[in-house]
């Protein structure tokens, strides 16, 4: 049975982003209990914490899920100004707090795919889920403690967690309130109007301006050298010199062109 009551409040010392936390043992989805609290504007900036759930929604209806105690879950119910509602910049800001809070703990700099997951050494380590109604919702899944040989018995190599890349142990509720802390930081840069700083790290993050890449909309695809990309638009030029510009929301996946790949096996 879901629970209906926090097993604890965290006393947070934040402007917005997790002033009120409520943390739980267990949920289906952190992101389905802090819709059932989107009616209320008063709770902008409630964090809802699970040690672990049992029906996590992940990008394009897959299902993110986590033992107890191994993974950051976490979702923040937002009433942000229309001018940061985008998906890009919400998934752009929460994918800077996961990175510079992978940073805090291991001295290590994480890198973004486009759209919302994070690497560590080409690994997924984390991911991002948007989702807009009456509010917004930010869930961010964030895997702290596994090893690869449960990764790859739940048939995920391609996964990684940050207990892989340090011999000092973790602590998942640490890692949480960091990550907190650290999209309050953020977003109160937003809200100042101070946009071209996430701007910034975003692009260093992804570090793919200025290489030839793969952009894909949707039933079409285009390749070129990254000219510029911004929360505006993303221009791209192809080897005949036509330059392109496309909308962020409007691209499905953006990577480095590697010419070979279509053709291995």
């Known amino acids: 049975m879901t629970q209906t009551k926090p097993t604890s409040i965290w006393d947070l010392d934040h402007k917005v982003i997790g002033k009120l936390t409520w943390h739980f043992d267990e949920l289906d989805s952190t992101s389905n209990h802090a819709a059932t609290h989107s009616g209320e504007i008063a709770n902008n ?76 050494d080409g690994r997924k380590i984390s991911g991002i889920l948007i989702e807009q109604s009456a509010g917004t919702i930010i869930g961010i899944g964030l895997n702290i403690l596994q090893t690869p040989l449960e990764f790859a018995t739940l048939g995920l190599p391609f996964a990684t967690s940050m207990q892989q890349f340090t011999p000092h142990p973790l602590n998942t509720h640490e890692i949480a309130k960091r990550l907190l802390s650290n999209l309050d930081e953020i ?4 809200l100042d109007g101070n946009v071209q700083m996430l701007e910034k790290d975003w692009v260093s993050g992804m570090g793919l301006l200025g290489r030839e890449v793969l952009l894909e909309e949707h039933k079409k695809k285009h390749e070129g050298k990254l000219l510029k990309q911004s929360f505006a638009n993303l221009e791209l030029e192809s080897s005949m010199g036509i330059r392109q510009q496309f909308i962020p929301e409007n691209i499905l996946h953006l990577s480095e062109f590697n010419p070979y790949a279509e053709s291995q096996p």
Request: proline share 5%; charged share 15%.
């Open 187 to 190: 977003y109160h840069q937003l």
């Open 45 to 120: 900036g409630l964090a809802i914490i699970a040690d672990s759930q049992t029906y996590g929604r992940g990008q394009h209806g897959r299902v993110w899920n986590a033992n107890k105690g191994q993974s950051v879950l976490l979702s923040v119910l937002l009433f942000p100004p229309d001018g940061l509602r985008r998906p890009a910049i919400l998934t752009a800001w929460a994918a800077v707090a996961v990175c510079n809070t992978i940073q805090d703990f291991l001295g290590i700099k994480a890198s973004i795919k486009w759209p919302n997951d994070i690497l560590m």
